[in-house]
């Protein structure tokens, strides 16, 4: 299983980050992929969890309203777009996989930093 997070970087306030997934060596139509985030000095925070076979995505409650999950099986991706992020959506990224309540595999991070 490998997973590969992608597309961090500086985002301005107010504005929309957009961050993207890639997984291997599993079913990736048919599989829970996790959204998980870490900010310094806290521990990992989910995101977002997607069941990529129907598209079913379910959101932490800080995200609701303005994150949005979009998968792409046929290339075996899943994107999160966050909107009007904040200071506090600084932080690295991961990908994960596993079943709908238990992460098995974690893929690598990228940062995203929310600044002016």
């Known amino acids: 299983v490998q997973l590969q997070a992608s597309g961090g970087g500086l985002v301005q306030p107010g504005g929309s980050l957009k961050v993207s997934c890639v997984g291997s060596?599993?079913?990736?139509?048919?599989?829970?992929i996790y959204w998980i985030r870490q900010s310094p000095g806290k521990g990992p925070e989910w995101v977002s969890r997607?069941?990529?076979?129907?598209?079913?995505?379910y959101y932490m409650a800080s995200m609701k309203g303005r994150a949005g999950v979009y998968r792409d099986n046929a290339k075996n991706t899943l994107e999160l777009q966050v909107n009007n992020v904040k200071s506090e959506d600084t932080a690295f990224y991961y990908c994960?996989?596993?079943?709908?309540?238990?992460?098995?595999?974690w893929g690598q991070g990228t940062q995203v930093t929310v600044s002016s």
């Open positions: 994960a996989k596993g079943d709908s309540d238990t992460i098995f595999d």
């Open positions: 060596g599993f079913s990736f139509n048919s599989a829970w």
């Open positions: 997607t069941y990529t076979a129907t598209g079913n995505t």
